[in-house]
């Protein structure tokens, strides 16, 4: 009788959890998708999700002012959240945009092949949203080289991804 228990168990446990990574990478494509279309499709995307955290005071300062957020949701806007790493963006979900190498674009950004970079302008880098589940709220970083950069605040309004609110700033 115990095995038997301990299998359902572990069915249960590894059926939620791969449910709920293919729903939270849905959901991190659908939301980078509603982001890049609402600000400019036709700029290219370098190919990897960075993590984010809001180190900052003025910017957390700028992002706690449009949304409400309790003790646990701040320390996360300004940590990130620890159990989510940068990831390589799967191209066919989002292929109706250009896409740049990250390895390439970070190359070139350490050795200072600025000729490189300025051939490459403008284009994204794009975060994984910091997702609050529990009040429907992502925050996308996007960061434009050459130009100007974004925090976008999505609310998920009736099942589908929304921009609410923005704070901008600026980008080398």
Not at 138 to 144: R, Y
Not at 161 to 167: H, K, R
């Amino acid at each position: 009788m115990k095995p038997k228990i301990i299998v359902l168990l572990f069915l249960m446990t590894f059926s939620c959890l791969t449910y709920g990574q293919k729903n939270n990478e849905s959901e991190i494509y659908e939301i980078i998708n509603t982001v890049i279309n609402n600000v400019n499709p036709e700029i290219p995307i370098v190919d990897t999700l960075s993590t984010t955290s809001f180190k900052s005071k003025f910017l957390r300062k700028q992002i706690e002012n449009k949304i409400s957020f309790n003790r646990q949701q701040k320390r996360i806007l300004k940590r990130g959240d620890k159990k989510d790493f940068g990831i390589l963006i799967n191209r066919s979900e989002l292929s109706h945009f250009k896409f740049y190498d990250y390895h390439s674009i970070i190359d070139a950004l350490k050795n200072n092949q600025s000729e490189f970079i300025r051939e490459k302008r403008p284009f994204y880098f794009v975060s994984k949203p910091i997702i609050f589940s529990e009040i429907n709220i992502a925050i996308v970083n996007m960061d434009l080289m050459g130009g100007f950069g974004a925090i976008y605040i999505l609310k998920k309004i009736d099942g589908k991804w929304t921009i609410i609110n923005e704070v901008g700033k600026w980008y080398a």
